[in-house]
């Protein structure tokens, strides 16, 4: 009963945000594997059709005092990134991104300390789908790509 009123309040959640987003009004970008340099204040973000099904296995960061900016990295266990599908705000301070045939394996813990980050939440909404929520601490943009063997989700992070 409480897994029930948990992923219904998640579902909950996450439909008044969707309904928060004026979708026909943002930009909708396909990921690829290469890093474009191209930030982004808000928009959609996907990898395609991929079916691979994976485990989210660790979560990391890194910030360069030269151009100031700070890397996120979601590594998962297999060559190549589930499918994926996200948003970004600038303006509210959130990335959220929805990782299909995806779950998460007990050893991702803490996110640490972070320059730009305040805080990395997920939420299994199935066994095999897996939502996370990224909250920053201020305004900024994103540039966002992928890379494989193994599977890694970059998100570049100028604030």
Do not use: W
């Not at 890093?35 to 910030?63: A, C, M, P, T």
């Not at 095999?128 to 494989?148: C, H, N, P, T, W």
């Amino acid at each position: 009963m409480k897994k029930l009123v948990l992923v219904l309040l998640i579902s909950l959640a996450i439909s008044v945000q969707a309904f928060a987003q004026n979708l026909l009004q943002e930009k909708i970008r396909k990921i690829t594997t290469s890093k474009k340099s191209i930030y982004l204040d808000s928009g959609i973000f996907h990898n395609g059709e991929s079916s691979v099904k994976s485990k989210l296995v660790g979560i990391r960061h890194s910030y360069n005092k030269n151009d100031k900016t700070e890397r996120i990295v979601f590594d998962f266990s297999t060559s190549e990134i589930p499918k994926i599908y996200g948003y970004f705000s600038g303006k509210d301070q959130l990335v959220t991104i929805d990782f299909f045939g995806t779950e998460i394996a007990p050893s991702v813990s803490s996110f640490g300390n972070s320059n730009f980050v305040k805080d990395v939440n997920f939420f299994p909404v199935t066994p095999e789908s897996l939502s996370a929520e990224m909250r920053l601490k201020s305004k900024g943009s994103v540039d966002i790509f992928y890379l494989q063997s193994p599977g890694r989700l970059v998100i570049d992070l100028k604030i």
